[in-house]
């Protein structure tokens, strides 16, 4: 079946412009996250969604990041007023509820700052 | 935070040796996964790995989940120029959130030369 999709691949965009990113999680998963990736580094985790609801958003760096998900599926992160070090690789994945714990990534989103 | 040492860092290898990679942490954890990632891509799952002592294959890896229940090795065999990637190591830790927040190691970068 169809993998995480994610939306744009690459955007480029202007110091103080907001952008939208969008991920399709696998049909039937529940939880939805979404984490950075910067340059050469690991993964910063930044909110996980359980159905439409966000019951941790701990790491989101500002209040200029935002998220939410519609439908128990589709999910939308912000970045409001982008400044050149929100410029990374933004990573969705999703799994299924219950105590199994694999997540399955998306290609992921490269965004740059400028 | 939790955190997961992986190591090591960076491996230059020639086509047809052996890898072995690993992770440890301070405290237990109750689920091991083994993710690799190609340039431009996301993360693609390898192995999952639940119970103490597991061994599990695919193909010519091979990974455990440590007897301690705080660490786990990937090993991969007879590598060929198609395994470069970086690999890393998640997990989740035995008493952490209640679904499926996963910690990350910082990934081992792995050249193959042909």
New interface residues.
Partial sequence: GAG?SQSPSNKVTEKGKDVELRCDPISGHT?L?WYRQSLG???E?LI?F?GNSA??KSGLPSDRFSAERTGGSVSTLTIQRTQQEDSAVY?C?S?F?GG?????????TRLTVT | GQQLNQSPQSMFIQEGEDVSMNCTSSSIFN?W?W?KQEP??????LI?LYKAGELTSNGRLTAQFGITRKDSFLNISASIPSDVGIY?C?G?PAGG?S????T????TILTVHP
């Fill in positions: 995480v939880a996250y580094q690991g993964l985790f996980y359980q019951p941790d990573l994945a799994s509820s199994r714990y694999e997540q399955y990534f998306g290609p992921g | 689920t996964l993710y431009g891509e996301g993360p693609v799952l999952a890393f998640a989740h959130t679904y499926g927040k996963l990350f190691g910082q990934g």
